[in-house]
């Protein structure tokens, strides 16, 4: 158990909706880190948080956004949801903001678009 | 652009058997991390490796880390069922670039 909180673990939707993930990081840990898996395109880094505010931006759509809330949980909202958004949308967190030290995962949130 | 090659992409081999898997880069990396992802789960630590020719061992695993810092091999000795996963490597970038830069990684199958 890596203390890294994701709900919901399975999720099933149709293209053109919107979906929340949520993430509660491990305790103390400051930095949240969202990253989408597929199996072509590996593990893409898509945005991290820095104790409630945006630390740095990676391949994220603009129908993607996110955010880090004052209690340190995150939540990852998808937008006007397309077939090839279908993956798991892991979640880790690591206590400083740097990209030094281990990751710790969750167990992922698996996005199945019809 | 940073980029981190890891060979072979799948790997099937039988209970017993050695392998080792690889991590290459043209760029240099302050650090290099390497994960084990098990089905249904989220990537875990292995190791991490900071300095050029630095060897580390984990039980029957064997990370080494390039002189350059450009690269970076895991050797298995002994493989069990238990060690199938994927392997993931993920170098933070040196000098002013401190991206994390991850791999597609090695899918490793150990047959019993």
């Known amino acids: 158990d890596s203390g890294v909180t994701q709900t919901p673990k399975h999720l099933i939707t149709a293209t053109g909706q919107r979906v929340t993930l949520r993430c509660s990081p491990r305790?103390?840990?400051?930095?949240v880190y969202w990253y989408q898996q597929s199996l072509d395109q590996g593990l893409q880094f898509l945005i991290q948080?820095?104790?409630?505010?945006?630390?740095a931006k990676g391949n994220i759509l603009e129908r993607f956004s996110a955010q880090q809330f004052p209690d340190l949980h995150s939540e990852l909202n998808l937008s006007s949801l397309e077939l090839g958004d279908s993956a798991l949308y892991f979640c880790?967190?690591?206590?400083?903001?740097?990209?030094?030290?281990?990751?710790?995962f969750g167990e992922g949130s698996r996005l199945t678009v019809l | 652009t940073q980029l981190l090659e890891q060979s072979p992409q799948f790997l099937s081999i039988q209970e017993g058997e050695n392998l080792t898997v690889y991590c290459n880069s043209s760029?240099?990396?302050?650090?290099l991390q390497w994960y084990r992802q098990e089905p249904g789960e989220g990537p875990v630590l292995l190791v991490t490796?900071?300095?050029g020719g630095e060897v580390k061992k984990l039980k029957r695993l064997t990370f080494q880390f390039g002189d350059a810092r450009k690269d970076s091999s895991l050797h298995i000795t002994a493989a069990q069922p238990g060690d199938t996963g994927l392997y993931l490597c993920?170098?933070?970038?040196?000098?002013?670039?401190?991206?994390?830069?991850w791999g597609l990684g090695t899918s490793l199958a150990v047959n019993p």
């Open positions: 305790s103390g840990d400051l930095s």
């Open positions: 880790a967190s690591r206590s400083g903001r740097r990209n030094t030290g281990e990751l710790f």
């Open positions: 993920a170098g933070v970038g040196a000098g002013n670039n401190r991206k994390l830069i």
């Open positions: 490796v900071v300095t």
């Open positions: 948080y820095y104790n409630g505010e945006e630390r």
């Open positions: 760029s240099v990396f302050s650090s």
